[in-house]
């Protein structure tokens, strides 16, 4: 059974709240991907809250949490929807989105779905191939603007990824907006880290707005925490995306990334069509993640 069928269950069968029940629902919890301290604050929290407000049954206590898991996500601001209000600096300049992770997560298929969610609502982004480290992925974000009839810009493998990014620039003009796929492997982080700060240094000095998404993998659990901790020390995202949250995804970690980093999740990713992104939504992950839909 997936996490989501697990909990929905442990709710549906639990005679009444017992000491039991809270230790049984923070081991369910970490299985959830919530983290091990923030899964045991939590539910000493639910019993107190439980207590307080005479909530006696599984149910009750199941409404709570799920109002104690959003709140957990409102220590943050909602990022969603961002890169597609791009205005309000003031300067002239074009929206950059630059997609960030560690390879295999999902960042050049998010890159083309947020291509097309920019497309649906009347935009013509363009794609900067700023990933050079193999030639297969510029061929393959190559292949996304083919298929969305989108320009890509690219150089060749090997190139500097903020003269892609540079070009891309132009390209788009002062009411445009780039997505900037990168690489997520370098020979060092170090390496990997000034190619980021490098881009930041182009964009920053060229575009009306800048927002840096860190994509993570659901299906990697509390691997993604880790690789967030790195990322958001190294070059402050601004937000994270949650790719692959399928059905065997937990989710839990979204928790972690809003209280323990203050990174919002600003989207989730269902699958690889161009079509499976949503805007994230606190208060309905935060019922979903407690069993409630
Ligand atoms: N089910 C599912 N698969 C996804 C999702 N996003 C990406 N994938 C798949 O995950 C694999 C890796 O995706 P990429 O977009 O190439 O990942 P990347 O981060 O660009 O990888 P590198 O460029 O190698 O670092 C591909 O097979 C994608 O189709 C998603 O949201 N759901
Ligand atoms: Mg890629």
Redesign the pocket.
């Known amino acids: 059974m997936n996490f989501a069928g697990k909990i929905k269950s442990f709710f549906a069968k639990a005679p009444a709240v017992s000491p039991e029940f809270f230790d049984e629902l923070s081991d369910l919890l970490v299985e959830g991907d919530l983290g091990v301290k923030e899964s045991y604050t939590l539910v000493e929290l639910l019993q107190e809250r439980c207590k307080k407000e005479n909530s006696a049954s599984p149910e009750q206590a199941r409404d709570c949490l799920a109002g104690l898991l959003e709140e957990m996500l409102h220590h943050v601001e909602t990022a969603a929807g961002l890169p597609l209000m791009p205005e309000t600096s003031g300067k002239a300049g074009p929206a950059v989105i630059l997609l960030l992770?560690?390879?295999?997560?999902?960042?050049?298929?998010?890159a083309a779905k947020l291509a097309a969610l920019c497309q649906s609502s009347g935009a013509k982004p363009v794609l900067a191939a700023a990933?050079t480290f193999?030639a297969a992925?510029i061929d393959?974000l190559k292949i996304h603007g083919e298929r969305l009839g989108l320009r890509v810009v690219a150089h060749q493998q090997g190139g500097d990824p903020a003269a892609v990014v540079y070009d891309a620039i132009e390209a788009a003009g002062k009411d445009g907006i780039v997505i900037a796929?990168t690489?997520?492997?370098m020979h060092t982080k170090s390496a990997l880290v000034d190619e980021l700060r490098k881009i930041d240094r182009v964009v920053e000095s060229k575009a009306a707005r800048y927002s840096k998404y860190l994509?993570l993998d659901a299906t990697t659990g509390r691997n993604a925490f880790a690789q967030a901790e790195i990322f958001c020390e190294a070059v402050t995202p601004e937000a994270a995306i949650l790719?692959?949250?399928?059905s065997t995804a937990k989710g839990g970690v979204v928790f972690s990334l809003a209280s323990g980093l203050r990174l919002p999740v600003a989207y989730l990713?269902?699958?690889?069509k161009y079509g499976?992104i949503q805007t994230f939504n606190p208060h309905n992950f935060a019922r979903e993640f407690a069993g409630i839909n």
Do not use: I, L, M, P
């Open positions: 992770g560690v390879n295999g997560v999902g960042k050049t298929t998010t990933d193999r992925a393959q796929d690489a997520g492997r994509v790719s692959k949250y399928d990713c269902t699958g690889e499976d």
